[in-house]
């Protein structure tokens, strides 16, 4: 079975109407083998915020170092979000897995007239899934009830519901009441229920579980009698505009004996309400499982719960906002929170399911100067006509009913002014297809043969029989992106029409964005690129970037990463980072330069050999290292920094930690090279506030953990996807995107062939517009060519002379003299042609 038919099947599965109970989940995980049984399990209920919640919660038990699984619901762009283990999607291959082996027994229920919907089949594949890779504790959104919803099937060793209002009624009641009633059923048999419900939904979850922990806000505690005083409070400082697009709130959260006062990623008091929640339901998982949770884990894992869609800023001029609120509560506190940012005119991009009540979140929210209504690619969307017409009779005068969400966003952001706000909002399936204006690439593949070509399209799930009739098309120019289906039929017919090929996905179904293969000469692009000018659909944005990613500029600038006003050393050619161990434990050198005269004597020795970087690190990342204190790390690092920031080349320091940065910064580092892809928070700030380069790694482990080694669909698309998100949070922090470097982290979590994967595709990371880094230098991985440790020099030299071929900007290496020339002998052989009479 191929991907895009385990996924077409999963999502065939929503015809069936909802059941309430929990009988036919548990009878699919009894024919799995009940694998969720040794699994703990938080269960978040609510009407509002449990999304939130629930990615706050897992990121705090991953700072206890925890293995933690999350569900939640809907996805974005790919049925995969929903699904996730320390916070990577679940493989292909695993969901193809779960559809082999359940589809007999779903098919069977099926036909008996007991059929089982999409969200209990894809609520049991989450399970299966957790207990398949035996995480610590799992993460669950419930869907929209509580006792008989399809995650009620587990029994929880904590569970919330964060509030409740009228929601869902012709399935959960009529009132606040009884919708209240439905969702207190989480309650865990033997703990406290953590609520930060209020009034009647309130009283009605005391009668249903007695034994609670109530968050409240701390405003509103004086002349609260006793018995109705919160257990918990939290207090919401609003939120910092710095530079770029930066956007964290800060809160503090107060309970017997214990306070924090943290940053947080997510905004708005509502926020700080979700965090008091995530915080005490932490602390009772914590508590349960033995293990620490800190008051430095907790702010930490506060300060790194990122949500996207949920009040998602991405840019500042003008202010664009994504935010998927679907109900009137919701939209009441988008518009409580746009009421923290000052902007001059609100332009608003609106889409909501049939089923919502439209005329309550258009009265909640925010009233907007000019409004596009649209329809994201799905059955349940309301028609643009009848969105528009409930603006319009709410006295809304500049009201234009649209059609696709991208062709939406264009239309709003052309009417914006630098100093305006464009919104989007009302269904998160709506944000979703927004967000890939920012998340999509165009990712050009090198087909050298026909077996290239059958994997570019193995790796886009494109169906056997179409791939076997295009692979003899694909030896030229090939790129690969993703759109949605009515994109991605108007792509081929136009690639098509101008003489080229492109085949499509398997998927579908609507709930999947859609992969393209598109292949044909440069010119056949450039008329491709001409010819979607007036197509409809909102495929300006993938006109643009086809045009840069394969310089299909007739004058003007290239494709590639960002240019930088700044002439890097990466600008030209591939540069060389010759690397400057100053620790006792470093794994190649063990310890030869610790002393900091030898270090010194070692960097005077790179520049003469040509080195255009010094990258200087104070602690080993190698398997088994100890960790080292900051104040060690920059006793060990500042005094080689300042002996050698004269010299003929930059400086950078390799360091995972903000304090030691800083420090490195002040004594005259020129770059900042994170292998934890600025996973310390106050990273990402520092690197803004000194406007300096940052090299972002995408890493598993630091230092690294040899059995902990991540499963891949096709290794590149999976850490590009990764690093994707960690550039938006580098931008959103006020960090340009010229500034970000980004390093595929071989070695780092990947088994030797991956590794190799991603030194032979090294070229596709472009398509991230960043300068890419490949440190290869003495890795484990040559051990497939036969070289033991010790015996990689020449391995080393012959990839970096590949690296640079392939497109890298940076190579990290040991060796400086051999790998400059390496480089060297690339660039001349690549440009020979151009000295030639």
């Known amino acids: 079975m191929e991907y895009h038919e385990a996924v077409n099947f999963l999502f065939d599965l929503r015809r069936f109407r909802m059941k309430p109970g929990t009988e036919a989940v548990r009878g699919l995980l009894e024919h799995l083998g009940d694998p969720h049984e040794d699994v703990a399990f938080v269960q978040i209920a609510g009407s509002n915020g449990k999304g939130s919640t629930a990615r706050m919660v897992a990121s705090l038990l991953r700072e206890s170092d925890c293995s933690v699984g999350l569900y939640t619901s809907p996805h974005l762009d790919s049925l995969r979000e929903r699904v996730t283990v320390d916070g990577r999607r679940i493989p292909k291959r695993a969901v193809r897995a779960f559809v082999e082996e359940a589809k007999p027994y779903l098919v069977d229920r099926a036909a008996a007239g007991e059929p089982l919907t999409f969200f209990e089949t894809v609520t049991a594949l989450a399970l299966w899934q957790f207990g398949r890779v035996e995480v610590d504790v799992a993460v669950l959104e419930v869907g929209m009830g509580g006792e008989l919803d399809a995650t009620s099937v587990v029994d929880p060793v904590a569970s919330a519901v964060t509030n409740v209002t009228l929601e869902h009624t012709q399935v959960l009641g009529d009132t606040v009441e009884e919708i209240a009633a439905t969702k207190a059923a989480v309650a865990p048999a033997d703990g406290p229920l953590v609520t930060a419900a209020t009034g009647t939904a309130l009283a009605t979850i005391r009668e249903q579980a007695p034994n609670i922990v109530r968050v409240g806000d701390a405003s509103v505690v004086d002349g609260t009698p006793p018995d109705d ?196 909002t009302g269904s998160l399936f709506c944000v979703g297809e927004a967000r890939t204006t920012w998340t999509r690439h165009v990712v050009e593949k090198r087909v050298r043969d026909l077996e290239d070509a059958a994997s570019v399209f193995d790796h886009a799930s494109v169906p056997t029989g179409s791939a076997a009739e295009a692979r003899s098309d694909a030896v030229h120019r090939v790129v690969e992106t993703r759109v949605e289906q009515r994109q991605a039929a108007a792509l081929q017919r136009e690639m098509i029409r101008v003489g080229g090929n492109c085949v499509v996905s398997g998927h579908e179904s609507d709930g999947e964005l859609s992969s393209v293969v598109l292949m044909g000469t440069c010119s056949q692009f450039t008329a491709l690129v001409d010819a979607l000018d007036p197509v409809p659909y909102g495929l300006d944005d993938v006109r643009k970037r086809l045009r840069t990613q394969l310089d299909l500029y007739v004058d003007g600038p290239s494709g590639g990463h960002a240019a930088s006003s700044v002439d890097y050393p990466w600008s030209q050619g591939t540069a060389v980072m010759g690397i400057l161990n100053v620790t006792p434990d470093s794994f190649h050198d063990g310890g030869e330069h610790h002393d900091p005269d030898d270090a010194v004597e070692r960097a005077r020795e790179m520049v003469a050999a040509g080195v255009d970087i010094i990258d200087v690190g104070g602690e080993s990342t190698r398997p088994g290292a100890e960790p080292v204190s900051v104040e060690e790390e920059i006793d060990r690092i500042v005094p080689v920094l300042e002996a050698i920031t004269s010299l003929d080349a930059l400086v950078s320091v390799d360091t995972r930690k903000a304090a030691v940065a800083e420090a490195a910064l002040d004594a005259g580092a020129d770059i900042i090279n994170d292998v934890t892809g600025l996973d310390d928070p106050e990273m990402r700030f520092l690197v803004a506030e000194r406007d300096v380069p940052v090299v972002v790694m995408h890493s598993i482990d630091a230092p690294v953990d040899p059995d902990n080694v991540v499963e891949y669909d096709d290794v590149v698309g999976d850490v590009i996807a990764e690093l994707t998100e960690t550039v938006l949070r580098a931008e959103s922090a006020g960090i340009p995107r010229e500034n970000v470097i980004v390093d595929p982290g071989i070695g780092f979590g990947k088994r030797a062939a991956e590794s190799f994967e991603l030194l032979d595709r090294v070229d596709e990371f472009h398509a991230l517009g960043c300068p890419v880094l490949v440190g290869h230098s003495h890795k484990s991985m040559y051990g497939l060519v036969d070289r033991d440790s010790g015996e990689r020099g020449p391995a080393t030299v012959a990839a970096t002379a590949l690296a640079a071929d392939r497109g890298a900007d940076i190579v990290r290496v040991h060796d400086v003299p051999e790998n400059v020339a390496a480089v060297r002998v690339a660039h001349t052989m690549r440009n020979a042609g151009d000295e030639l009479p």
Request: glycine residues 8%.
């Open 229 to 424: 005083a919160p257990d918990v409070t939290t207090a919401y400082h609003g939120h910092g505009q710095g530079q770029g697009s930066t956007l964290e709130a800060r809160v503090t959260v107060e309970g017997d004996g214990w306070r924090v006062e943290s940053p947080l990623a997510l905004v708005g008091a509502h926020q700080a309400q979700n965090a008091g929640v995530a915080v005490v339901l932490a602390r009772q998982v914590a508590d349960r499982l033995d293990v620490d949770l800190t008051e430095q884990m907790v702010v930490r894992g506060l300060r790194g719960a990122h949500w996207p869609g949920r009040f998602e800023v991405m840019s500042r001029e003008p202010l664009v906002v994504l935010d998927g609120a679907h109900n009137p509560g919701a939209c009441e506190q988008v518009a409580s929170v746009l009421r923290e940012f000052d902007y001059d005119r609100l332009h608003l991009v609106f889409a909501a399911m049939h089923d919502k009540d439209h005329r309550g979140m258009v009265t909640a929210l925010p009233t907007p100067d000019s409004v596009v209504t649209c329809r994201p690619n799905i059955d349940r969307a309301e028609t643009p006509e009848i969105l528009a017409r409930v603006f319009e009779s709410v006295g809304v005068d500049d009201v234009t009913a649209g059609d696709t969400v991208a062709s939406a966003v264009e239309v709003a952001q052309r009417r914006a002014n630098p100093d305006d706000c464009v919104l989007v």
